[in-house]
């Protein structure tokens, strides 16, 4: 079998293609926490420019991404399945390479960084609805796991950048001097990187590979590749499997340094968040390739929704589970962590067997629902944390570890992708 998977016409600049896409990965997704990890330090930088007891605060920074990819999600992936993925990945660089420019000339206001976060989250669903259209046109059935899995992974690096340097570059810990500054600084730094995407990813993407016959890419309109995503059972269940499991994600995401403050953690320091990305990046390495290696992909599925209930009600009875506040912070750094292992490699799973199961839609339509689905609830879900300075945040914890529960259950009604099943039976 080794023998015969060698021999395909996948040329090896798609490789090329990967690494250009998944730069510009990691430069959308620091964009998009650049304030999630430091929210205190950013409240005493922009002091009297916005209300923090109002819906407009630091955390509305964040909660933009969602907001704009509810709007933007289906129109990207409408571009990218009629126009081409070269043509949805250049408006997005293009995007991402303007307004992390404005997002630093306008650092110190706190105006003109909303303006910037706006741009830049409409650059992202050009970007991340592009992936299994890019795995499925570039890489052959047997590495479309590990592409999607690596493509996850660069998601998961922009994030820990964004979580674990940011705090380190603008001075989080309120003991010391310079607490509160180097938001310019961070910002021009972040917006050169971006930048340097947008550049490598304009000029050296490629719309489709030499040698791979037409026919073998042939989906349907976009439309109607989404009324046969809607009318597909298993695509029902994943939605819902995204709406929870993404959903709390999100959510944890753009309030890792409230969530941090609950625990009893007197700085900035990132680490809650930090931890979950790292644990994610393991994840996404190892348990996307071994779906592709055994031509499986719900037993993974079942395997990271399963892991994903004791790490989210790990985090969510911290307090409870430990007698004093750095046992608790412990307990939720270990939490997040294992939440970062399995829920954030069931994405590139999750996005590949969706693209499996509902062929011949296009994969820009079904991984461009999962991701709506996703920031949905996770809007909703960081819309009641933060109301109030965060008066819900535990009740919204606790509830997550029940929604956990009804995900596992769901996740047992899916059946096998005819497709992978088949590609291992060709063995």
């Not at 109002?54 to 990207?76: C, K, Q, T």
């Not at 680490?271 to 779906?291: D, E, K, R, Y």
């Amino acid at each position: 079998m080794q023998a015969m998977e060698s021999k395909h016409p996948y040329p090896a600049y798609r490789f090329v293609m990967l690494a250009v896409v998944m730069l510009a990965t990691i430069a959308i997704e620091i964009q998009w926490l650049t304030h999630a990890a430091v929210v205190r330090p950013a409240e005493v930088f922009y002091q009297g420019q916005f209300n923090p007891e109002s819906f407009l605060n630091i955390d509305f920074l964040a909660m933009i991404y969602m907001v704009a990819f509810l709007v933007m999600s289906f129109p990207a992936s409408y571009i990218i399945d009629t126009y081409g993925i070269k043509t949805g990945l250049s408006i997005g660089a293009v995007l991402l390479g303007i307004f992390s420019l404005v997002k630093a000339i306008y650092a110190q206001s706190f105006t003109g960084v909303i303006i910037a976060q706006t741009g830049l989250a409409f650059a992202q669903p050009f970007l991340l609805n592009a992936v299994t259209a890019f795995t499925a046109r570039w890489f052959p059935l047997f590495q479309r796991g590990m592409a999607a899995g690596l493509l996850a992974l660069a998601q998961y690096v922009g994030i820990i950048i964004a979580m674990l340097v940011t705090p380190a570059l603008v001075g989080s810990d309120p003991d010391l001097p310079g607490y509160g500054s180097g938001f310019e600084k961070m910002l021009w730094i972040y917006g050169v990187i971006s930048v340097l995407a947008a550049i490598a990813c304009i000029t050296l993407v490629r719309e489709r590979p030499k040698g791979v016959k037409a026919e073998a890419m042939e989906r349907y309109p976009f439309f109607k590749g989404l009324g046969h995503i809607l009318r597909n059972r298993d695509m029902l269940i994943t939605m819902f499997l995204f709406l929870i499991g993404l959903g709390i994600f999100n959510a944890i995401s753009s309030m890792t340094d409230s969530i941090a403050a609950q625990a009893g953690v007197k700085d900035s320091d990132g680490l809650i968040g930090g931890l979950m990305l790292i644990g994610g990046i393991v994840g996404a390495i190892i348990i996307p390739t071994l779906s592709d290696k055994f031509r499986k992909r719900k037993p993974f599925m079942l395997l990271c929704i399963g892991g994903m209930l004791p790490a989210v009600a790990g985090m969510a009875f911290a307090g409870q589970l430990a007698p004093d506040p750095q046992g608790a912070y412990t307990i939720s750094l270990i939490s997040s962590f294992i939440l970062g292992f399995f829920v954030m490699s069931a994405g590139p799973i999750g996005f590949q067997y969706a693209a499996e199961v509902s062929y011949p839609a296009p994969e820009s339509a079904s991984q461009g629902i999962l991701l709506w689905v996703g920031q949905l609830t996770g809007m909703i879900f960081v819309a009641g944390m933060s109301i109030k300075n965060n008066l819900y945040l535990g009740s919204f914890m606790t509830a997550f570890t029940i929604l956990a529960l009804l995900a596992f259950s769901a996740a047992f009604f899916l059946r096998e992708s005819s497709m992978i099943r088949e590609s291992g039976n060709s063995k």
